[in-house]
């Protein structure tokens, strides 16, 4: 990993990120907004619930990765959503490994002034996994990433371009 977060660092980034929650909830009640505090309830309820379905893929590295990703300052901010979740026989190692290599190559031709953000999306079935990444932002060059993607290809990996263009790239990854 990139960090080596111990129990007391992984807490107290928890912690932050709660506190920051809580207060947006008592800021918007007292202003009275209190539909506004019930939508902020409700989205700290779906990110707990997809961080616990995260938690329980098997894939820790990958799990740590995604859910430490946010704490270490990046040109992207990364959310993700876990779509299906079925035993696997998926290489956690491997993942992780992509999964970071291709955000690395992905920071390095992002505009650091843009609002750059990847979704990853992650349908796990016994069959067939697929990972969706999404991005938004500003990309550098998109034939850059034509070339990064062809490259992957051309090593045997299972991935296509959905979308490429200046402020959008959506990529499909299958691992079996």
């Not at 098997?58 to 040109?75: F, G």
């Not at 992780?96 to 290599?101: I, S």
């Not at 996994?129 to 850059?144: E, N, P, Q, V």
Request: with cysteine; charged share 30%; hydrophobic share 45%.
């Amino acid at each position: 990993m990139s960090e080596n977060w111990g129990v007391v660092e992984a807490l107290r980034h928890a912690r932050h990120d709660w506190m920051n929650d809580l207060q947006l909830i008592k800021g918007n009640l007292d202003l009275g907004r209190v539909e506004r505090a019930k939508q902020v309830i409700e989205e700290m309820v779906l990110v707990a619930q997809n961080e616990s379905k995260l938690s329980n893929v098997k894939l820790p590295l990958l799990a740590e990765w995604i859910l430490t990703y946010n704490w270490s300052r990046h040109l992207i901010k990364l959310d993700f959503e876990v779509l299906r979740l079925e035993p696997h026989r998926l290489e956690d190692k491997r993942l992780y490994n992509w999964c970071k290599e291709f955000l690395e190559f992905l920071e390095s031709n992002v505009m650091n002034n843009a609002e750059n953000q990847l979704s990853i999306l992650l349908d796990i079935t016994k069959e067939q996994s697929r990972f969706i990444f999404d991005f938004t932002g500003i990309l550098k060059s998109t034939s850059l990433v034509e070339d990064w993607i062809n490259n992957q290809r051309s090593n045997g990996e299972n991935i296509e371009i959905e979308q490429l263009q200046e402020e959008v790239l959506v990529v499909h990854v299958i691992a079996e």
